[in-house]
């Protein structure tokens, strides 16, 4: 599926000040999921075109409003352009954090594995078996020794989890942990999980799947 980006301007005639001029706001949507700002320019309603999504007429405010509108839309469109150079996801959240400089936040696998394990442990007896929630403790537990084995570290930034890193896991349980072919297939089961999550999120970059073995990870 492609991605596609829209902008558009709109005023909020709620907001409107004892003047009763509008302020101007941008939203932003990246395959129906959206943000928002202001464009800090105000105008009166009247001489606002939502059909055009911009200031009517040639005056000097309209041309300075439309010129403002028309900096912020290339800024939107550089933005997207960044995270294409940079091989980063297309989402809303990526090219909001692009578009205004805002430092993202590693998100980290044991976490992610630890708050999904929890959620286990609430629904035992409800929607899952006591078995179940010892699989998932157990194969969190070998991951965790599978990164201090491989990388010398005890959790790991999920954008850093490509091809190499299932396959050394696989390996690991074969070789390492010993584990039986079904055993071992079981425990990639268990983390494929983990990874379904991160994508429904959209933390993880669907273009790594791509690169993925499927005989390892089936989404």
């Known amino acids: 599926m492609n991605t596609t980006v829209s902008i558009l301007f709109y005023i909020k ?27 800090n320019k105000y105008i009166n309603p009247d001489k606002w075109s939502s059909e055009g999504t911009k200031a009517k007429g040639s005056n000097e405010e309209a041309r300075t409003i439309n010129s403002h509108l028309d900096y912020l839309k290339n800024q939107v469109l550089e933005a997207e352009k960044k995270l294409f150079k940079k091989d980063i996801s297309l989402n809303s959240e990526n090219l909001k954090n692009e578009l205004f400089g805002l430092s993202e936040t590693k998100r980290m696998l044991v976490p992610i594995f630890q708050d999904h394990n929890n959620k286990i442990k609430e629904l035992v007896g409800k929607e899952y078996a006591p078995g179940t929630l010892e699989r998932y403790t157990t194969s969190l ?35 390492v942990r010993n584990c039986a ?4 297939v079981k425990y990639i089961k268990n983390f494929n999980k983990i990874i379904k999550i991160c994508l429904a999120n959209d933390w993880l970059d669907k273009k790594v799947l791509s690169h993925l073995s499927e005989s390892n990870i089936r989404i």
């Open 13 to 39: 005639r709620a907001k409107a000040n004892n003047l009763g001029v509008c302020p101007i706001y941008t939203r932003v949507t990246v395959n129906a999921k959206r943000f928002e700002f202001s464009t």
């Open 141 to 175: 537990k070998h991951t965790i020794e599978f990164m201090q084995w491989k990388y010398k570290v005890s959790d790991i930034d999920i954008t850093k989890i490509d091809h190499a890193f299932i396959t050394d896991y696989e390996f690991w349980l074969r070789s």
């Open 181 to 184: 072919n079904n055993t071992a």
